[in-house]
């Protein structure tokens, strides 16, 4: 069964850092694209970052960029999501979601709740 | 950046109702449109990709049409369980952009 489940979440103050996780397991790994989705409290869904199966490859929503760093540890087959100087409007649940191709997002882990506030 | 405009935003339907949701993007998109649902507190579920293909496992009440701007998801006779936001998704081109939502509840 393909599980991916996100860790890391937690209360911080603005201009805080913190770093998420992804454990993935029940599939390839390393053969998949793996992507952060973010949803503010009562709000709609952000696409926030991709990164490549190899690594090679990386996109961030300009919302993050500069502040974000999506990594991967395929040895571990763990995602990460460094993200420094936070924001209150960083504030919300943070998904992973995994695609292969165009073949995208078949599977999400439950989310991890990220809280900026002072 | 592709904007996805949702519609409606929100709707009250009765069991068993036709329920239709539309999305527009703000240039060609092909079928690169993916529709997902949404319950509380829970993450989104695929249930239709490439705009027409039926996510496995998904009801075949479900079904999604369209390419270039202008998608549809379809509901065929709306069960209890299907009360839930719908978001389609684009990914023809980064950012990836998902559309507003569409949020169907109980009439």
């Known amino acids: 069964e393909v599980q991916l489940l996100e860790s890391g979440g937690a209360l911080v103050q603005p201009g805080g850092s913190l770093r998420l996780s992804c454990s993935g397991s029940?599939?390839?790994?390393?053969?998949?694209?793996m992507t952060w989705v973010r949803q503010a409290p009562g709000k709609d869904l952000e696409w926030i970052s991709v990164?490549?199966?190899?690594?090679?490859?990386?996109v961030y929503a300009d919302s993050v960029t500069g502040r974000f760093t999506i990594s991967r540890d395929n040895s571990n087959s763990t995602l990460f999501l460094q993200m420094d100087s936070l924001r209150a409007e960083d504030t919300g649940t943070y998904y992973c979601?995994?695609?292969?191709?165009?073949?995208?997002?078949?599977?999400w882990g439950q989310g991890t709740l990220v809280t900026v506030s002072s | 950046e592709i904007q996805m405009t949702q519609s409606p935003s929100a709707m009250s339907a009765s069991v068993g109702d036709r329920v239709t949701i539309t999305c527009r993007a703000s240039?060609?998109?092909?079928?690169?449109l993916t529709w997902f649902q949404q319950k509380p507190g829970k993450a989104p579920e695929r249930l239709i990709y490439?705009?027409?293909n039926l996510q496995g496992g998904v009801p075949s009440r479900f079904s999604g049409s369209g390419s270039g701007t202008e998608f549809t998801l379809r509901i065929s006779g709306l069960r209890p369980e299907d009360f839930a936001t719908y978001y389609c998704?684009?990914?023809?081109?980064?950012?990836?952009?998902f559309g507003g939502g569409t949020k169907v509840d109980i009439k």
């Open positions: 998704l684009q990914h023809s081109n980064y950012p990836i952009t």
């Open positions: 979601a995994r695609s292969y191709g165009n073949d995208l997002y078949d599977n």
């Open positions: 240039q060609d998109i092909s079928t690169y």
């Open positions: 029940g599939f390839t790994f390393s053969a998949y694209a």
């Open positions: 990164i490549s199966d190899s690594g090679s490859r990386i």
């Open positions: 490439g705009a027409s």
